[in-house]
């Protein structure tokens, strides 16, 4: 599930740490358009994207129309304001820049392109309609984001359609130079349901693993967003099995993005005298001013309030989280992070860095945060 709200960085991708040359790099971010609605410091602006950032950005998100084409979701922001020209326009400031752009994303479901990819002369249009829609607005590529294949109300043929699909968008990419990548379930129980794994590193450029949301407020007691390791009260859903488990399915190193979400999953505690993981929770976190949302912090939430919440190192899971009266909330920071970097083995890292203030160096754990992954560039 991607809740991303605004991203200057939402996602960096490192090529194997530092063992190979800047130019095998890549930084992959993710821009929420929907950012330009929130109030205060927490709108946030195409032109607001450093583009020296990244070396790839991809635009979220557009949907599935009736006919088997691209819907445009919000024709205000990205046509009459011109979004989709000015994301483009990032590369006049970085002629290296690459820029997609992802279709799709937790609200969109499930069942309509279950429908799409399981008809031959469907999905057939379908590939030639995003073609279309890729040269017409002038993307360097696409990205799928299809929550998720054989679930939420899909069939079970859509794990063989969906590669389908992906061959299918591969032959043609290919007469254009376009990149093709996906957002894909990261745990063992979705992905198996979801994805033939081999398959997917035949077609795709890289492989967006949503290595997040992997404990909510919609669990029964408090769990991290995105633990490296299990702990005493984890039950198995973890960053370093779920890349395990892509690795072993034959998901190919060298395109494996893993995803690190700086945002935080917030719990209402049932009791504000248990600040620690595993305690029993009654649903959601409070919402922030800028993400509006219960259950969800972004990152700048959480660091504008940093002073007033007390943070705990969990030394099994290698990540932190927070408490404040009655509210509990697990995110990653530096720390963390580079605990992720340095000991998944695969050959991509990818930073989620959800930054919703345009001013992010005003506050130290911004600063931190882009000095981390400037020193990975």
């Known amino acids: ?57 991809i635009y979220a998100f557009v949907g599935l129309q009736y006919n088997d084409d691209v819907r445009i979701m919000d024709s205000w922001n990205e046509i009459d304001k011109g979004g989709f020209q000015r994301f483009n326009d990032l590369r006049k400031r970085n002629p290296s820049l690459k820029t997609l752009v992802a279709i799709g994303g937790w609200n969109e479901g499930s069942a309509s392109y279950s429908s799409v990819v399981n008809d031959a002369s469907r999905r057939a249009a379908f590939v030639n309609n995003i073609v279309k829609f890729v040269g017409e607005y002038g993307f360097d590529g696409f990205d799928l984001d299809w929550e998720y294949p054989a679930q ?90 779920a890349i395990q488990y892509w690795i072993n399915q034959g998901a190919p190193r060298e395109k494996i993005i893993l995803g690190i979400g700086t945002y935080g999953r917030t719990f209402t505690l049932t009791s504000s005298s248990q600040c620690i993981m595993g305690a029993p929770a009654n649903g959601a976190g409070n919402s922030g001013p800028y993400t509006r949302e219960g259950g969800t912090l972004g990152y700048n939430e959480i660091c504008e ?60 754990c911004y600063s931190i945060q882009i000095n981390l992954f400037k020193t990975f560039i």
């Open 1 to 57: 599930m991607k809740s991303w709200l605004i991203i200057l960085g939402a996602a960096i991708t490192v090529l194997n740490y530092a063992a190979h040359s800047a130019a095998e790099k890549k930084v992959v971010c993710y821009h929420g358009s929907w950012s330009v609605y929130r109030p205060g410091d927490g709108k946030f602006e195409i032109e607001y994207i450093d583009p020296n950032l990244c070396t790839h950005v």
């Open 152 to 241: 939420r109300g899909g069939a079970a043929t859509d794990k063989n359609a969906f590669s389908l699909l992906l061959r299918e968008l591969r032959t043609e990419f290919d007469k254009h130079g376009y990149l093709l990548s996906a957002a894909v379930a990261s745990a063992a129980a979705s992905a198996s349901l979801s994805y033939d794994i081999s398959e997917l590193g035949k077609y795709l450029d890289f492989i967006n693993v949503m290595t997040y949301d992997l404990h909510g407020p919609w669990d029964p007691v408090t769990g991290h967003n995105a633990p490296l390791y299990a702990g005493s009260n984890d039950d198995g859903l973890t960053v370093d099995a």
């Open 305 to 364: 309030e940093q002073s007033t919440w007390m943070e705990v190192w969990d030394d099994q899971q290698k990540v932190p989280y927070a408490c404040k009266g009655n509210q509990w909330v697990g995110y990653d920071n530096v720390k963390s992070t580079l605990y992720k970097v340095r000991n998944t083995q695969i050959n991509q890292f990818i930073y989620e860095l959800k930054l919703q203030r345009r001013r992010f160096q005003e506050l130290n």
